[in-house]
């Protein structure tokens, strides 16, 4: 079936909800009305070295006026600025993910969250989308030329499946471990509808297939944004 508004916003309530998790150790970020937006954007502007976490700092759990507000001024003051910055340091850190991964087992430490081609991938698009375009509808990179139609309803139902994974990992009680691990392989799979003696092999390849497709689209878009952005400076891919 075709992807409807409502698929796009459990996409974004889920990422909300991870982007909350992910930032608990940034107690700055964590909640700007306890220490006041105009603090809040001058931290933001002094740790470009976090600046991908940065950005994430405009989800706040609560006070919707401030929600906004601080959107507004993190918009104005701090995004428009380093879109450049962004892009280079959304790049720079695929690459280090991939080095972190040469020792990882391909099929058993298939890394959901953090590996290329799991969920920080689609972030990395929506965050990307923010920051150019200024939207959170994901639908405007295939507006754009970004990315066509097909592949933009493909990565929302991939997306989709990877939170299903993620899920289940969670409710195996595997809260702080993102590798699937042989011994649950067949139970992971069998939770999410797999049959047969051959489900567990089934998953594996239907998964390492996902995320194949999620890491070739985002690495596409990013450097398409790159040229683009770049293309009167003299840059050459």
């Not at 970020?29 to 405009?58: D, K, M, V």
């Not at 430490?109 to 990307?128: A, E, P, T, Y």
Request: glycine share 8%; proline share 2%; with cysteine.
């Amino acid at each position: 079936g075709s992807i409807t508004g409502s698929d796009r916003l459990a996409i974004l309530a889920r990422l909300l909800d991870g982007l909350r998790c992910k930032l608990r150790g940034f107690k700055w970020l964590a909640c700007p009305a306890l220490i006041g937006i105009e603090e809040a954007l001058r931290l933001a502007r002094l740790e470009s070295e976090f600046f991908s976490a940065l950005l994430e700092a405009r989800v706040i759990a609560g006070n919707i006026d401030t929600f906004l507000a601080f959107e507004d001024k993190f918009w104005s003051q701090c995004v428009k600025e380093i879109r450049d910055k962004y892009l280079w340091t959304r790049i720079e850190n695929r690459r280090v993910r991939i080095k972190s991964l040469d020792t990882v087992t391909p099929i058993l430490g298939v890394n959901i969250k953090r590996g290329i081609g799991g969920m920080l991938d689609f972030w990395d698009l929506l965050w990307s989308n923010y920051v150019m375009f200024g939207s959170w509808d994901i639908g405007l990179l295939a507006d754009k030329k970004l990315l066509t139609g097909d592949e933009l309803k493909w990565l929302l139902r991939a997306y989709i499946f990877l939170v299903r994974v993620r899920e289940h990992l969670h409710r195996f009680a595997l809260p702080e471990r993102d590798s699937i691990e042989s011994s649950i392989v067949e139970d992971l799979a069998t939770a999410l509808g797999y049959k047969g003696p051959q489900k567990a092999a089934q998953f594996n390849h239907d998964l390492r297939g996902i995320m194949s497709g999620i890491a070739r689209i985002t690495l596409k878009v990013q450097l398409m944004l790159v040229k683009k952005d770049f293309s009167t400076r003299g840059c050459v891919f």
